[in-house]
């Protein structure tokens, strides 16, 4: 999940802190460390998280490789079943279709995973960042703060349209959905919402979603508790609507 720079008061996705072990180093020897800038810092552990991840990928074929998370952005990837499940949810929904498209609304996760699963399926990422630029076509800059700023080609043309906001704020919802209502085809269109639970209301207000009983998970542990939100009843799947 990604998005433009945060406005003042968006309640950002913050990551529990992880425990850092650092070895003992006596302040006669502090003195003749060197000292790396907060850049190389970052470059460093994205170079890290992207060894990690091929090394992972190599290790397992069902594995899907992605660019590293920026948290600046409040990237936090889906874990590995939540992105499968997802991906198989909307190829469900596309077989139901004559003519299906999906929207991927700031998830390369699941964009990437749906390519892996059913790649037949035409698929547009919508996405800020532009490290996704790698996707070709099926890349479209996307920023939240200018919701309806996209090519004219892309309104009223998505059967399945699943969106991830990047801020857990009113205001990020409210401009999501407008983008969600102009990609969305009139009355055949099928939603999924990926967001916290704290949006559980204002997701039924804006859009008519239900909560479902599938819970998804991300790679890096958030304090926030998500949850799958759907315009449709999934039955069986998902764990179904969890009113």
Known sequence: MTSAEANVGEELEIPESNTVVVNDVSEDDDDDLPMLSSQAIEALKELIAKQDRELAAADDPEEVALVAEDWRLSQFWYDRQTAETIAAEVATLCDTLSSPRASC????????????????VPAQLLEFDKRFEQYGTEFTFYDYNQPEDLPSAL???????????PYLSKECLEKVAETIRFLSRPGESYLLLLTGEVQKDLAAELLGLHPCGFRP???SKLGNEFRLFTSYNPGARLGGWDN
Do not use: E, M, N
């Open 155 to 165: 309104k009223h043309s998505f059967s399945i349209v699943v969106a991830d906001p």
């Open 105 to 120: 609304i700031a998830c390369p996760t699941l964009y990437a995973y749906l390519k892996k699963i059913a790649p037949g």
């Open 217 to 219: 998970q991300h790679s």
